[in-house]
Every structure is written in C-alpha cells, then in structure tokens.
C-alpha cells in the first residue's frame, strides 16, 4: 500500500507527543461565555506551540474553530514535501491532541475538518467525478444499491473484498462500480491499464481477482504492451482522485450511508462488520448510487 502520507502523520504524532508535558503556552478561553467567537488560537501561538513540541520539525499552517471548545491546526512537517493533516489543541494551548477525533455517533471530525479546510475532496463531490465516463469505471449488472470500491489489481485487500462482495452481488442485494488505480505495485499501473483496454472491463476485472495470486499479491489479469490512450488517461484521472480524496491505499469504498441519512461516506479498507456494512447501503439521494 502507498502509505506516504499516513507515515507523515505518523512521525507528526511522535514528535508532538514527546513533548506533551513539558508544553506551558496558554490562551484564554473565552468561548464558554461567547460560542459564536472565533479561533482562539493565533496562527504564530499554534505555530510556536507546533515547534516546540516537534522540536523544529513541524510547522503551522491555519488555525480554526474546533469542536466543544478545541482549536483545530492545519500542520505539516518542514523537513520534507507532506500532505498537510489536522490536529488539535486543548482550549488553554496546553496540550496537543493527535489523531482522529470522533463524536458520539461515530463521525470522523478529522475528515469532515479536512474537507472544510480544503485538505481533501468532499465524499460526495468524489463520487459524482467516479461515476462519470471519463473514470471508466463500470458497475455490476442487477438491483440493489450501488457501491464505488476503488480497486487496484494487484492489491490482496481487494481481493478479500472482491470474493465478500460477490455472493450479494448475484444476490441483488448491491451492485459495485468499479474504479480501477495503480497504485499497490510496480506493474499495477500497467495491470490496470490492460484491465481498462479490454473489451469488457468487468470480465476483466473479474479474470483478474479470480485468478489472484496470494502467495505473490498478483493480479491474474495479463498486462498488455498497448493499453488504449483512454485508458491510460482514465487510470491518471483515478489516482488523482484517490490523491484529491485523501485515499492513500486501496480499496477505497464511496457509498451512501442510512446511518448517515444517505450522505456519501468514505471508507478506507474492508470493512470490519461486512453483513452490516452491507445493510447500511442507501440508494440514494445521490444519483451515483443508485445509477
């Protein structure tokens, strides 16, 4: 998997977490008494506080309002070229607070604070771009709500994901639109390529993943020495968008949610519970999930 930017984070959250204790910056909060005011933080506090605690190697970038009196941070690290991530700050300017934040029904704050920060493309604005032609993506045939698996052939997640999927697939109970990327291995932009170049995309596809090899982590599909110019402009296009999405790996999932009352989510890798996540599929009101 391409982890680049979640290893960014990573090394992040170490520095910012070794000096947790030691962090003495404080700000007045006022926001009990004013909710509608807003950060509280400055850019150049947030950015003092980010160095001090990274020891140099971080840096600020925004400030914004948070959730029930946090201070959100836009930061990234200095030494290199990262993707900019979200982390928050106690409302004194005492402490840091790394990872994903998480409110009582489950949503991610971190990646509803990306998007309204302009880190990353909105779910559903995501999906409207999956579903158009120029993707070459291409959906099961049937009935049942539609689900955007963002797939690369030689990715063994997938593949699990794949063989789950299939049996509701021929059941009705879904159907799957494919987005094929290249991402995993040195030959999947080239596997994805002859995948998109073939005259049906989906007997492709399905070639590919029921003729895997674990033991290698290796599409069964074979590569083609003259993939078409479309579909080596649509497999561009679709690792953008992953890129655009947040997404660092594969399989990506975009669908719309019941629990969410049909907002299109996003989610990365299998899912835990599959039989619920698959009885979580709404048709809509998004057009792109239900064709």
């Keep these: 998997m391409k982890d680049s930017s979640r290893g960014s984070l990573l090394m ?16 007045a909060s006022a926001r ?64 840091l607070l790394i990872g994903n934040l998480v409110d009582a029904k489950g949503q991610n704050l971190n990646e509803q604070a990306e998007v309204a920060q302009g880190l990353r ?11 158009q032609t120029a993707s070459m993506s291409t959906v099961t045939p049937g009935s049942g709500p539609i689900l955007t698996f963002f797939i690369d052939p030689n990715c063994i997640f997938c593949n699990r994901l794949y063989r789950l999927i299939m049996p509701d697939v021929q059941a009705g109970r879904l159907r799957v639109r494919f987005v094929l990327v290249g991402i995993v291995k040195q030959d999947s932009p080239q596997r994805a390529e002859s995948i998109l170049s073939s005259s049906n995309r989906l007997q492709a596809i399905a070639h590919d993943e029921m003729d895997f090899d674990v033991a290698l982590e290796e599409g069964g599909y074979p590569i083609t020495d003259q993939p078409t110019s479309k579909a080596v402009a649509a497999l561009a296009a679709n690792d953008a968008l ?50």
């Design 12 to 27: 992040l959250s170490a520095l910012l977490a070794f000096a947790f204790a030691n962090l003495t910056l404080g700000i």
């Design 32 to 95: 009990e008494t004013n909710p509608s005011i807003g950060p509280l933080l400055t850019l150049s506090r947030a950015n003092a506080l980010v160095l001090g605690a990274s020891h140099g190697r971080a840096r600020a970038i925004s400030v914004f309002q948070g959730p029930d009196g946090l201070e959100g941070i836009v930061v990234a690290l200095k030494s290199k070229k990262s993707t900019h991530s979200i982390i928050w700050a106690t409302p004194n300017a005492k402490a």
């Design 121 to 131: 493309l909105d779910p559903a604005d995501a999906l409207h771009i999956a579903a």
């Design 242 to 291: 992953m890129s655009r999405m947040g997404a660092v790996g594969t399989p990506t999932l975009l669908y719309c949610s019941k629990a969410a009352d049909g907002r299109v989510e996003m989610l990365k890798g299998v899912p835990a519970d599959f039989p619920r996540f698959v009885t979580d599929l709404a048709s809509g009101p998004s057009p792109a999930c239900h064709g």
